[in-house]
């Protein structure tokens, strides 16, 4: 039997079924015009508010807030235990009918006929989801689902899902296929040192950093690929734009350059950037952003550009190094909120399968995409040429025989090709303004942070 007005059927915690209930609408679907109509909304308690004669609960779902009205003379004795019962956070549903109210958030409330409490919370909680008390992101990340229930953390999150769609979309009409590459590997792709080492039955083996070697070998039957997934660094340095467990979106094309494949990107950046500013605008006015899509074709920076701009503010960096930190904040100051490439880098700085010039060995066919200081993706010209692919292995260090499953691809017949690889939060900070990527990850993962 279903309970009515929670006296009935009562399980241990003194929880209401759920019975025959469902959603009828989100709170955001909630119109003006929809006056007087009867709706069933679920979602949990964001504010109380008592005024005696009348109680204001705003009730709270993944789309935005409404307000409950509750006059308490008016209202059936049931109704009104109930809500004198409630507590900020508890998972509640309530059937009522709408009533158009231009003082209310939206120019809607809801009148209450039936209000049902399905889960308790306990107080007091760990931190407040009005955000009234402000926490540090530590505290917020250690309760994780309640921070996600802070309009602006769920926001973000509103925002990538989005963003992920946009990706899907614009990859799909550029005739990308979407693919799995394995996560556990044999062989590094992006240099040891940031190697997470798993025992794999007897042996060892390593989380993958990248679908690199994968998606290159996918190109010679596939054409062009696209993976959206999450790879592994074991990041040594704590810094507001590394963890250890990522999601990197990363493309591969045959029969392609880096030229063909920085204009694929930069105009992947501006769809997205279109799509999520007009399919986010609540998401972006809670956030307090002004998205402002780039104008096409994006600065492109040569390393050398670079380091001369640099050592014209006193910063010298030595040619063949990569660019510091400092070096980048610096550049960043130069170009604030804006997306840009650096193209042209020493051969000796980039890894392995970036194919050098022809014209100049010494500099390679590689590029980074900048959004101020922060590197969004990199990518490039990959060598097609196997006898290039193992000098350039063994330049570098690196035994060709630990590669010898990917070099005999190179035996099948292999086309020329070249990619990218997107870090999908740093591209999230880009759009939504978050300094730590942290925010821009729903559980991360880093040195000091294993859960939750
Ligand atoms: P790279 O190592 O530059 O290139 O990585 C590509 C992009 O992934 C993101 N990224 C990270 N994001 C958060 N935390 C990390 N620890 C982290 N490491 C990398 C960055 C970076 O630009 N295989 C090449 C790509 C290619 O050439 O196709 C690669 O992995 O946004």
Same mark, same amino acid.
């Given at each position: 039997m279903e309970a009515i007005n929670g006296e009935v059927?009562?399980?241990?915690?003194?929880l209401d079924p759920l019975g025959g209930w469902r959603r009828?609408?989100?709170?955001?679907?909630?119109?003006?015009?929809?006056?007087g109509e009867e709706v069933t909304l679920f979602g949990w308690v964001h504010t109380i508010r008592d005024l005696g004669g009348i109680k204001f609960i705003l009730l709270a779902d993944r789309e935005g807030i409404i307000q409950l009205t509750i006059p308490v003379k008016k209202v059936d004795p049931h109704l009104l235990e109930k809500a004198e019962r409630l507590r900020k956070q508890f998972i509640i549903g309530v059937k009522g009918r709408v009533k158009a109210f231009e003082k209310a958030q939206g120019g809607v409330e809801i009148v209450p006929s039936e209000i049902r409490i399905l889960g308790r919370a306990e107080h007091p909680?760990?931190?407040?989801p009005t955000g009234k008390i402000p926490a540090e992101l530590d505290v917020r990340l250690n309760a994780r689902i309640l921070d996600l229930r802070r309009p602006e953390s769920l926001a973000i999150f509103r925002i990538n899902h989005h963003v992920l769609r946009a990706i899907r979309d614009f990859l799909e009409g550029e005739g990308y296929l979407e693919v799995q590459t394995p996560k556990?590997?044999?062989?590094?792709?992006?240099?040891?040192?940031?190697l997470f080492p798993v025992l794999y039955f007897d042996r060892e083996a390593f989380l993958a950093q990248s679908p690199q070697l994968y998606k290159e070998q996918l190109t010679a039957v596939f054409d062009k690929v696209y993976e959206i997934a999450s790879y592994f660094r074991a990041e040594e340095s704590r810094t507001t734009?590394?963890?250890?467990e990522f999601v990197s979106v990363d493309i591969e094309a045959a029969f392609a350059t880096i030229d063909d494949v920085m204009e694929l990107l930069e105009r992947m950046i501006v769809y997205v950037l279109a799509y999520v500013k007009a399919k986010c605008e609540r998401e972006l006015e809670t956030l307090k952003v002004e998205l402002r899509v780039p104008e096409l074709p994006f600065k492109r920076y040569t390393y050398d550009e670079v380091l001369k701009l640099l050592a014209e503010r006193g910063m010298r960096i030595p040619w063949g190094e990569d660019i510091p930190t400092p070096g980048l904040r610096l550049l960043g100051e130069l170009n604030p909120e804006t997306y840009y490439f650096i193209v042209d880098?020493?051969?000796? *700085?980039? =890894?392995?399968?970036i194919k050098p010039k022809? *014209?100049? =060995?010494?500099?390679?066919e590689a590029f980074d995409l900048m959004y101020g200081f922060i590197e969004l993706a990199s990518g490039g010209t990959r060598i097609h040429d196997k006898g290039l692919l193992v000098e350039r292995l063994k330049g570098q260090g690196l035994s060709p025989e630990g590669f010898q499953h990917h070099l005999r691809v190179f035996d099948y017949g292999m086309p020329p090709h070249a990619g990218w690889g997107l870090g999908l939060s740093r591209l999230l900070m880009a759009i939504t303004?978050?300094?730590?990527i942290r925010e821009c990850i729903l559980f991360p993962r880093d040195r000091d942070r294993l859960t939750p």
């Open positions: 059927g009562l399980g241990l915690e003194g009828t609408h989100y709170t955001s679907e909630i119109k003006p015009d929809m006056d909680l760990d931190l407040d556990i590997i044999a062989t590094a792709t992006e240099g040891g040192a940031a734009r590394h963890v250890a880098w020493p051969t000796s *700085s980039k =890894p392995f399968y022809d *014209s100049n =060995p010494k500099i390679c303004g978050k300094e730590n």
